[in-house]
């Protein structure tokens, strides 16, 4: 029993750690955020660092490293080959998912271009829950195509279903039974990203890999985001109560065949890697690693990074230090939930996720309502998240727009970063936001990138909407940052 309950019986998530190390923050006034919006171009990847107050951007690399990570880093053992620190990382890691090898890549990307190299072909068939960013570019680039099954009502905002990140299973084993097509793998994504970070079960993960090993293909489980996937599971599956948490992460792994992950977010670190059991793919990825990403004792690491994803690691196998993304997580669903905003539900891992076609229903889909209510958010409180919708997709071949199933504003929850005062002026900024939500309009391109338009793409907003909102920030709110 890890909870640690209230008198009071209040619900709050409570830190498991204190602070020692802290950064200053900037909060400028609001006329000056609406200076750095426009000169960021309604862009939030082209904002400054220093003109945000509350960057829930991303999970990626910036989640905070604790006292026992930065003490490994001073000692790491630094060698092209050979590396101490590689040693001590890989039989961490051998321990945790109870494989034979681990082999080293500089970020999850890397990880995914090697095994894309080696296994998608032209023409091939993928099956997965939910394809992410970088996985899809690396399969179609192999002239892979993708196949989503996500379980029913994985893509309806609200539901009750605590495993919206599950694969429906009996629509790939029709698939896989029926298919004249080269499947070279199946894919399961812990903690789906851009559905929200909506994990599988434990359950889920063994049918699948009991469909897979009936038809003789491989499954790859990706698990950059797997350490809230471990502790969703651990609340909410009654198979998994009385199992620790790394009692469930050997169980997934002696249900899938290749592991690979990000280390930017599980691990509490940079880097990333694959794990698997011998077997002839070993070799092959071992070229393919020194080829792409570096020597087989560091894949593109430093040795200071890997002796930090040591450390941070095994801190992930701890429920009190894992449990504090998701029960933040959770706290923004319900306070916002109360005040009526739209929220993807129930809640996941990675971050809170606004429904922006519910704040903005005026709003059309060409007009990039989450990228909208975005550039709203960093307006009403300096918080910089990260759309992910329409404006995240590709045109289709004739220009049209291609509108996104969900069209969300992410606000991710770095782990270990904020206090909970930051979590709840969060809230508050976004319910103010919601209470305003009628002088939210539109933004269209004013320089629109052919590849990934979203990162460095330029925008402005197509009415004096942004003006109206800052003056009544200042109506509203007086002389207050
Ligand atoms: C971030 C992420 C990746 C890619 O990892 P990088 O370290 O950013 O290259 C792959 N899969 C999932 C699910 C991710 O969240």
């Known amino acids: 029993m890890q909870d640690i309950r209230f008198f009071s019986g209040e619900v709050l998530p409570l830190e498991r750690h204190k602070v020692r190390i802290v950064q200053k923050l900037n909060l400028l006034p609001v006329e000056e955020r609406f200076a750095c919006l426009q000169a960021s171009k309604n862009n939030l990847y082209l904002l400054k660092n220093r003109d945000i107050f509350l960057d829930m951007l991303t999970d990626s690399g910036v989640n905070a490293m604790s006292d026992r990570q930065l003490a490994a880093m001073m000692?790491?053992?630094?060698?092209?080959?050979?590396?101490?620190?590689?040693?001590?990382?890989?039989?961490?890691?051998?321990?945790?998912?109870?494989?034979?090898?681990?082999?080293p890549a500089h970020q999850g990307r890397g990880c995914e271009r090697v095994l894309a190299d080696l296994l998608v072909k032209e023409g091939d068939l993928l099956p997965m829950n939910y394809h992410f960013t970088t996985t899809r570019a690396h399969i179609v680039r192999c002239g892979g195509e993708i196949v989503e099954l996500l379980c029913e009502g994985a893509e309806e905002c609200e539901s009750t279903e605590p495993f919206k990140g599950n694969i429906d299973t009996k629509a790939l084993a029709d698939l896989l039974a029926t298919t004249t097509r080269n499947v070279p793998f199946v894919r399961l994504e812990a903690g789906?990203?851009?559905?929200?970070?909506?994990?599988?079960?434990?359950?889920?993960?063994?049918?699948?890999?009991?469909?897979?090993?009936?038809?003789?293909?491989?499954?790859?489980?990706?698990?950059?985001?797997?350490?809230?996937?471990?502790?969703?599971?651990?609340?909410?599956?009654?198979?998994?109560?009385?199992?620790?948490?790394?009692?469930?992460?050997?169980?997934?792994?002696?249900?899938?065949?290749?592991?690979?992950?990000?280390?930017?977010?599980?691990?509490?670190?940079?880097g990333g890697g694959i794990v698997l059991r011998e077997g002839p793919l070993v070799g092959k990825l071992q070229e393919l690693i020194v080829l792409n990403e570096g020597f087989l004792t560091y894949g593109g690491m430093s040795v200071r990074e890997m002796a930090?994803?040591?450390?941070?690691?095994?801190?992930?196998?701890?429920?009190?230090?894992?449990?504090?993304g998701p029960e933040y997580i959770a706290y923004m669903v319900d306070e916002l939930s109360k005040r009526g905003v739209p929220v993807v539900k129930p809640a996941g891992g990675l971050g809170c996720h606004l429904n922006a076609r519910g704040f903005a229903p005026d709003v059309p889909g060409e007009e990039y309502p989450a990228a909208a209510v975005a550039s709203a958010l960093y307006l009403a409180g300096g918080i910089r998240g990260m759309e992910r919708g329409t404006l995240s997709e590709d045109r289709l071949p004739d220009g049209r727009e291609k509108i996104a199933s969900m069209e969300l504003l992410r606000l991710a929850v770095p782990r270990r970063v904020f206090t909970l005062s930051q979590i709840r002026y969060c809230i508050d900024r976004v319910h103010w936001l919601w209470e305003n939500r009628e002088l939210i309009g539109g933004l269209r391109f004013t320089r629109e990138p052919k590849i990934l338009r979203f990162f460095i793409g330029e925008l402005e907003p197509t009415s004096d909407w942004q003006d109206k909102l800052v003056a009544k920030f200042r109506a509203d709110f007086g002389d207050s940052l």
Do not use: W
């Not at 994990?199 to 897979?212: K, V």
């Not at 450390?311 to 009190?320: H, I, Q, R, T």
């Open 75 to 103: 000692s790491a053992d630094d060698a092209y080959a050979g590396s101490e620190t590689f040693f001590e990382l890989e039989a961490v890691i051998k321990d945790i998912f109870g494989m034979d090898h681990f082999l």
């Open 192 to 270: 789906a990203n851009l559905i929200g970070g909506q994990p599988f079960s434990l359950a889920n993960l063994e049918e699948t890999y009991r469909i897979c090993q009936e038809h003789k293909i491989l499954l790859v489980v990706d698990a950059s985001l797997l350490q809230d996937n471990l502790y969703l599971i651990k609340k909410r599956e009654a198979a998994a109560k009385d199992l620790t948490i790394r009692d469930i992460c050997r169980k997934i792994a002696a249900n899938s065949d290749i592991i690979y992950f990000s280390a930017r977010k599980f691990g509490f670190a940079k």
């Open 308 to 324: 930090a994803m040591t450390v941070g690691l095994e801190e992930s196998m701890d429920e009190s230090i894992i449990s504090q």
